[in-house]
């Protein structure tokens, strides 16, 4: 079984940064586009950011356009999502995801086959 290890979540002040990391089985991490969605309490789990391999730069949610970064730490098969000017609408629990070549689209949850136990984001206003 697949295991995706997030860490990094924590508790910040509005306008804070967080760095969360998600550790992958080196054969899943190189042939799988990586994701991050997260979950607030009594919503939807939402799509964050991906990223896949090849030219294509990563993809983001209207939402954290411009505040959140995805990149990869292949070295130590590991994908980081940088969040930065936090903000209490940020708060929920993050997941990171991994799937293989689909053609679903790369913000639909149902794309990832591998989840993640997920870590906590508490943005304090």
């Known amino acids: 079984q697949v295991q995706l290890v997030e860490s990094g979540g924590g508790l910040v002040q509005a306008g804070g940064s967080l760095r969360l990391s998600c550790a992958a089985p080196?054969?899943?991490?190189?042939?799988?586009?990586m994701a991050w969605f997260r979950q607030a309490p009594g919503k939807e789990r939402e799509f964050v950011g991906a990223?896949?391999?090849?030219?294509?730069?990563?993809y983001y949610a209207d939402s954290v356009k411009g505040r959140f970064s995805i990149s990869r730490d292949s070295p130590k098969n590991t994908v980081l999502l940088q969040m930065s000017s936090l903000q209490p609408e940020d708060t929920g629990v993050y997941y990171c995801?991994?799937?293989?070549?689909?053609?679903?689209?790369?913000?639909?949850?149902?794309?990832?086959?591998?989840w993640g136990q997920g870590t906590q984001v508490t943005v304090s206003s």
């Open positions: 990223i896949a391999w090849g030219v294509t730069p990563p």
């Open positions: 080196a054969d899943t991490y190189r042939r799988s586009t």
């Open positions: 995801a991994a799937g293989l070549a689909s053609s679903l689209a790369i913000d639909s949850r149902a794309r990832y086959s591998y």
